[in-house]
């Protein structure tokens, strides 16, 4: 398995060596989840963030311009999760990656949708890391909110925005928690 998730190489006669970090694909789902079954390095937890500040907004931006019903509803379906059960819950993550996903999904870009599991992944470790301690600082659903109304509106340059003040202020929310 590890050497399947791109961590470790074997070779016959010269044994099992790890590889270095970049060879890692530090993006799937299970390695995320090994990054942040301790304490993280702070440098990857600002790697996933700068990953989700570049990729969000302009997904987001995307979203806005063809998005259809079906993806507008699975948006709706999974804020409504989220206040139903609150991030501090599995089910309201799950809700919460469930939000990304759709958002992805709306864009109707296969490159784009082929990185929801890692996007939500990132966002399910990064939400659980922050409150290992205590309750989140503060309610993210209205940022959620913000950018799935200027998606359903189709306004592009608000989806954007929303979408990059919701990552923004899930960095700081992180970093506090840090």
Known sequence: MLAAKG????RTKAGTRVLPRSRWNVLDPV??????SGEPDLEF??????????????????AAGRRE???????????AG??????????????DRDFHDALLQATHNNAL??????????????????QRTRAL????????????EAIAAGD?????????ILVDLALEDTRSSM
Request: aromatic share 8%; glycine share 2%; charged share 25%.
């Open 7 to 10: 961590l470790v190489e074997s």
């Open 31 to 36: 390695v995320l989840a090994w990054a942040f």
């Open 45 to 62: 937890v600002r790697d996933l963030f700068e990953l989700r500040a570049i990729v969000e907004p302009a997904a987001a931006r995307i």
């Open 69 to 79: 019903k079906a993806d507008i509803k699975a948006m709706k379906e999974a804020l």
């Open 82 to 95: 989220m206040r139903r059960f609150t991030l501090a819950t599995e089910a309201g993550r799950a809700a």
């Open 113 to 130: 949708i082929a990185l929801s599991a890692s996007i939500g992944a990132a966002v399910n470790w990064t939400t659980q890391f922050k």
């Open 137 to 148: 600082p503060r309610d993210p659903l209205p940022d959620h909110a913000r950018v799935f």
């Open 156 to 164: 592009p340059d608000a989806a954007s925005e929303a979408m990059r």
